[in-house]
């Protein structure tokens, strides 16, 4: 019998986030297509040669994506919603760059001169990674657009490398479409012929194996999904194609019988997210059918005790062939531990990046193929790892512990109902009908970048770099001010991030330099390590409140990370449940929310952009997780009086199915994403009959155009179909952190423009 291994992904956007700095300098005009064409490809060829080298048996092509792995389904297919005015089967890379961040002004061929939104963008199952969603309207004629897949696999083929291209399944990608007037599924027959016709190509160009992920297969699937997988999977495999079948991110379940029965060559599974299925998937798969077993952490960064894993996976090697891989592809891990001089030894030794993950995998391999004295030291440093791990006094705190213990159900909950509330606030804050604010941060512009880098560098003092954010902090609310913004924010111009600056002010997180990964297209974050019970040493936002609020009378909203997107958003411990992470968490944040009131602060924003997210795939898994999320939210919030206004944020998501959980989280004020969807999202609020406050989203923050005042007008109009006006807030739909000024100016001013419009039309008389 013979093991060997495969990675089903590998991170994208290099180890120094080249991809990034490539897609930005094309983006403004400081290079050309060719050149950036020229970056992808060096991209490319480099990630082969790195996983060949550490010894992955089956390398993946067409992993690499210039913004999003669905988007290029979409493309492929000629999925390409009618407002960007081409046909499907002329698409370029133009096309592929509109439907990703929105077109800008008559450049883009638009009348009204404001542009095309972007695609809708949301949450890649339960990650941090954005995907761009899928449209389908009625009448639309698909065709294939795009060549990608089959040209990178050429490319790899005369590089050498013989790859396994990978491809996303047509059933998850309709089932993460949205339909307009029509039912995703009606274009069944439509997609199943263009996948066909790109499986026919791929084995013409020489491929022997393709891979197709399904992860839909770890979800509750409908009796249409069932069918539509059937049917695609009875006809595929037939096209001279050998199909690796991949699911991940949780357990088949009710769906193995399903997915072992198809006529397949291979199937994937996650024995991370889901190692209780690995001895049903040993009874249930036929002998015939090759098993991928994803017995290494795609999505963490935690080293494994490989001699743990040998004990379960011998067995099995014994009997049949087997592939190992990572649970999931890479892309959600760092590339390489190497890149971090600056981890102390201990915890270092506690981690694997996706480079590390692989050297793992083959480890596995050898030891299986070859007997484990071949390995013998690689073992013994795992396991040294991961015993000094499970002892290292740097992880438990009793006092953390004694304070988690205490909690009671009163820490959770406020003063008074939220009418009462309200009616305090109205009183203290005097903000007029459709208050104006902004999510909280402003453009982190490239001198503050530079400042902020040479002050990590030793080359700009404590004292200079205090003056300079200052200054900018001192700009922004003067230009808040001049604007008319009702509720000022200070921009967070001290802030790299909004997770890692509250970690690495808190105890129990460790940071990297070079642990980046995509968050979406040329987004990339450096999640915190979350290793250790967490606590806060001392105040972490007061004195920058303090300062913004000295400059203004205007109110001034103190900015915090909620207990669960922190959570979510880093890379965290796997040895206690994430539940009592988060209560950690919680009570810290609940302890800065308690300082900034003392000090005055009228209204705390305490942004829970990631709650859904994190999400268990399988519904009779919700209430569970929203239970202890809500509850870490209220307890981080309910610290404060009635006067105090709690603000919340989140941010694409599909909010609906969870609304209970959103009113049970008693805020005053919440600010959703709404602009892509047109609103759409707030029927669901409407249904639900949401008691608070809201502020949708007025425009899409993460495209470069500028909305006009009518735009905004008929937004809001919108809205207010679906709530009372004196319900809601007028911002944009998320952070301004990644914008440049002169396109957030004037955005800003048409919003606040239009809210003043709302305020007439909603005095005069009916």
């Known amino acids: 019998m013979t093991v060997t291994v495969a990675t089903l992904g590998f991170p994208r956007i290099g180890p120094r986030r080249e991809l990034k700095f490539a897609l930005e300098k094309f983006w403004s005009g400081k290079s050309t297509e060719a050149e950036l ?71 883009a061929g638009c009348a009204h001169g404001h542009g095309h939104t972007a695609q809708e963008m949301t949450k890649w199952f339960d990650t941090n990674y954005h995907y761009m969603v899928p449209e389908l309207a009625a009448g639309q004629k698909l065709a294939l657009s795009s060549s990608k897949i089959v040209d990178e696999y050429r490319e790899a083929k005369a590089l ?62 409908d009796e249409r999904q069932r069918a539509a997988i059937t049917r695609v999977y009875a006809k595929l495999p037939r096209l001279g194609l050998k199909i690796m079948l991949a699911t991940y991110f949780g357990a088949l379940e009710d769906n193995l019988t399903l997915a072992v029965n198809l006529p397949v060559a291979g199937l994937h599974v996650d024995l991370v997210r889901a190692p209780d299925q690995f001895d049903k998937v040993l009874v249930a798969a036929p002998k015939g059918l090759l098993l991928s077993l994803g017995v290494i952490d795609g999505r963490n960064i935690w080293r494994a005790d490989l001699e743990k894993l040998l004990d379960r996976i ?26 971090e001089p600056k981890l102390d030894d201990e915890i270092k030794q506690w981690l694997a990046f996706a480079a590390q993950k692989i050297d793992e995998l083959v480890t596995l391999k050898d030891a ?67 208050p104006t604010t902004t999510i909280g941060s402003f453009p982190q512009t490239a001198e503050v970048r530079h400042a902020r880098a040479e002050h990590n560098r030793g080359n700009l003092g404590d004292a200079a770099y205090e003056r300079f954010l200052r200054e900018e902090t001192e700009r922004t609310v003067r230009w808040q001010e001049e604007a008319g913004l009702d509720m000022l924010v200070h921009g967070e111009f001290e802030r790299n991030d909004m997770v890692q600056y509250f970690g690495e002010q ?30 806060r040493p001392k105040p972490m936002t007061v004195e920058w409140w303090r300062y913004a609020q000295g400059l203004t009378a205007r109110p001034m909203k103190g900015m915090l990370t909620g207990p669960v997107t922190i959570l979510n958003w880093s890379f965290v411990r796997d040895d ?13 944040i609940r302890d800065e929310v308690v300082d900034l009131e003392r000090a005055g602060c009228k209204a705390i924003q305490i942004d829970e952009a990631a709650l859904r997210e994190g999400l268990p795939l399988r519904k009779r898994d919700w209430q569970a997780y929203l239970d202890w999320a809500v509850d870490c939210f209220r307890l981080s919030a309910a610290g404060v009086g009635d006067a105090t206004q709690i603000h919340t944020h989140m941010c694409y998501s599909e909010f609906n199915d969870i609304l209970p959980a959103i009113g049970a989280m008693d805020t005053d004020v919440i600010s959703i994403e709404t602009a892509r969807s047109q609103m759409e999202l707030l029927e669901g609020f409407a249904a639900y009959r949401y008691p608070s406050a809201i502020g949708p989203g007025v425009y899409d923050i993460h495209a470069p155009r ?33 914008r440049k000024w ?10 606040v423009s239009a809210a003043r419009e709302l305020r007439v039309r909603v005095a005069e008389p009916a």
Request: aromatic fraction near 8%; glycine fraction near 6%; include cysteine.
């Open 37 to 107: 064409l020229e970056a992808a490809a060096g991209l490319r060829a480099a990630a082969w040669a790195r996983q060949a080298a550490l010894g992955a048996d089956w390398l993946p092509s067409n992993d690499f994506s210039f913004y999003d792995h669905v988007l290029d389904t979409s493309l492929m297919l000629g999925a390409i919603p009618e407002r960007y005015g081409v046909a499907a089967g002329t698409a370029d890379l133009a096309t592929y760059f509109a439907m990703a961040r929105g077109t800008t002004g008559e450049s």
């Open 160 to 221: 050498g490398y013989e790859t396994r291209p990978v491809l996303l399944g047509p059933v998850t990608w309709l089932s993460l479409a949205k339909g307009r007037d029509v039912d995703p599924f009606d274009f069944l027959d439509e997609v199943l012929g263009l996948y066909s016709a790109v499986l026919t190509q791929l084995a013409h160009a020489g491929a022997e194996w393709v891979q197709i992920d399904e992860p839909i297969l770890a979800l509750d699937l």
């Open 314 to 339: 011998e067995p099995v090697a014994a009997t049949r062939d087997i592939v190992l891989a990572p649970s999931c592809s890479l892309l959600h891990v760092p590339v390489d531990l190497a890149l």
């Open 368 to 434: 299986l193929n070859g007997g484990r004295d071949w390995v013998a030291e690689k073992l013994a440093a795992s396991g040294r790892a991961a015993a000094a791990r499970k002892v290292s006094p740097r992880i438990h705190d009793p006092l953390v512990a004694a304070r988690t213990a205490s909690i009671t159900e009163a820490m959770r909950s406020r003063q008074s109902p939220y009418a009462a509330r309200a009616a305090v606030q109205a009183g203290i804050l005097a903000l007029p009908p459709f």
């Open 506 to 535: 808190l105890a129990g997180f460790a940071f990297t330099v070079n642990g980046w990964v995509q968050s979406y297209g040329s987004r990339c974050v450096r999640p915190p390590i979350l290793f250790g019970d967490v606590s």
């Open 576 to 588: 206690q449940p994430r539940s009592a992470s988060c209560a950690q968490i919680a009570l810290a």
């Open 706 to 738: 500028v909305p006009s005042v009518d735009e905004i007008v008929r937004l809001m109009q919108l809205a207010q179909a679906h709530l009372a006006p004196e319900q809601l807030w007028v911002n944009p739909d998320c952070g301004l952190k990644t």
């Open 742 to 751: 002169e396109e957030v100016k004037p955005a800003i001013d048409a919003m």
